[in-house]
């Protein structure tokens, strides 16, 4: 498929969307989240493709929304909003469910939704001189709201809290100091490291596992402990007769290296 606010390349069992509008900062419309629901289903669904690398353009990850996108939304009704709103949700929730690692490169800004963006990914991997982070939605009267729920589950509500409500800007140190991201390098070693990370998913890990991982992170929270217990019992019952976990007992106790 041909998209118009993005890059889309599959190869090497990775496949990288990048967000192709760096004259905007790689900022969000309408269009864009579209774009970016479809790619990331298309790469879920690619048999060949075992990593999912997201990563903007230019300067700039990705500044949240777009200023003619804002406005055009200033005029809408309630239903309206809440259409679009409800789209936006959808892409969050396909990041977040997918079955496959997603590894966000953030070499720029990642402000508002684009802060978002990055966070509901897997890993964030940030450039130490250029990335920056922050919710600033309340500096004009707007709120994170779809994204807070998946800020919270990755900071927790304290650090969120403070993200939230001063809608300050951190640069990439401190987003790694409060667990926004995985890991910071310098810019210039930003692309080795992805390769690194991407290379040891795809060539020491379980495509398999790795997405019946993402499924019960997906699912056990909100679970009191007993459906807790439930769930995860079934999960490592089911896991255990998978043909992956099979051929993976079997090579290690025949001290047998895997090829994944």
Same mark, same amino acid.
């Given at each position: 498929?041909?998209?118009?606010?993005? #890059?889309?390349?599959?190869?090497? $069992?990775?496949?990288?969307?990048?967000?192709? &509008?760096?004259? /905007? $900062?790689?900022?969000? %419309?309408?269009?864009?989240?579209?774009?970016?629901?479809?790619?990331?289903?298309?790469?879920? $669904?690619?048999?060949?493709?075992?990593?999912?690398? !997201?990563?903007?353009?230019? @300067?700039?990850?990705?500044?949240? =929304?777009?200023?003619?996108?804002?406005?055009?939304?200033? *005029?809408?009704? !309630?239903?309206?909003? &809440?259409?679009? @709103? @409800? *789209?936006?949700?959808?892409?969050?929730?396909?990041?977040?469910?997918?079955? /496959?690692?997603?590894?966000?490169?953030?070499?720029?800004?990642? !402000?508002?939704?684009?802060?978002?963006?990055?966070?509901?990914? %897997?890993?964030?991997?940030?450039?130490?001189?250029?990335?920056?982070?922050?919710?600033?939605?309340? $500096?004009?009267?707007?709120?994170? =709201?779809?994204?807070?729920?998946?800020?919270? /589950?990755?900071?927790?509500?304290? &650090?969120?809290?403070?993200?939230?409500?001063?809608?300050?800007?951190?640069?990439?140190?401190? =987003?790694?100091?409060?667990? #926004?991201?995985?890991?910071?390098?310098?810019?210039?070693? #930003?692309?080795?490291?992805?390769?690194?990370?991407?290379?040891?998913?795809?060539?020491?890990?379980?495509?398999?596992?790795?997405?019946?991982? /993402?499924?019960?992170?997906?699912?056990?929270?909100?679970?009191?402990?007993?459906?807790? !217990?439930?769930?995860?019992?079934?999960?490592?019952?089911?896991?255990?007769?998978?043909?992956?976990?099979?051929?993976?007992?079997?090579?290690?106790?025949?001290?047998? *290296?895997?090829?994944?």
């Amino acid at each position: 498929m041909q998209f118009s606010r993005l #890059l889309y390349e599959a190869s090497n $069992r990775k496949a990288t969307i990048t967000l192709n &509008r760096p004259e /905007k $900062r790689n900022a969000l %419309d309408d269009i864009m989240v579209g774009e970016l629901i479809t790619a990331f289903i298309q790469g879920g $669904r690619d048999q060949n493709v075992k990593v999912i690398i !997201l990563q903007g353009a230019g @300067s700039s990850f990705c500044a949240g =929304a777009d200023l003619e996108y804002l406005n055009r939304i200033a *005029k809408f009704d !309630l239903e309206e909003n &809440r259409a679009d @709103s @409800s *789209k936006l949700a959808m892409l969050f929730r396909t990041i977040y469910e997918l079955r /496959k690692p997603v590894i966000a490169v953030v070499n720029g800004a990642a !402000l508002a939704g684009g802060c978002g963006l990055a966070s509901v990914c %897997d890993f964030v991997i940030a450039s130490e001189e250029n990335a920056s982070f922050g919710y600033t939605e309340v $500096r004009i009267g707007f709120i994170p =709201a779809v994204v807070m729920i998946f800020l919270l /589950k990755r900071v927790g509500e304290g &650090r969120a809290r403070e993200l939230i409500l001063r809608g300050n800007t951190i640069n990439a140190k401190q =987003a790694q100091g409060i667990g #926004l991201i995985n890991a910071v390098v310098p810019a210039a070693e #930003l692309q080795n490291a992805v390769d690194v990370l991407t290379n040891e998913l795809i060539q020491q890990n379980s495509l398999h596992a790795m997405g019946l991982c /993402k499924e019960m992170l997906s699912k056990l929270h909100g679970l009191n402990l007993m459906d807790s !217990l439930d769930f995860a019992a079934n999960m490592n019952a089911a896991a255990r007769m998978t043909p992956d976990c099979k051929q993976g007992i079997a090579a290690f106790l025949n001290k047998e *290296k895997i090829h994944w």
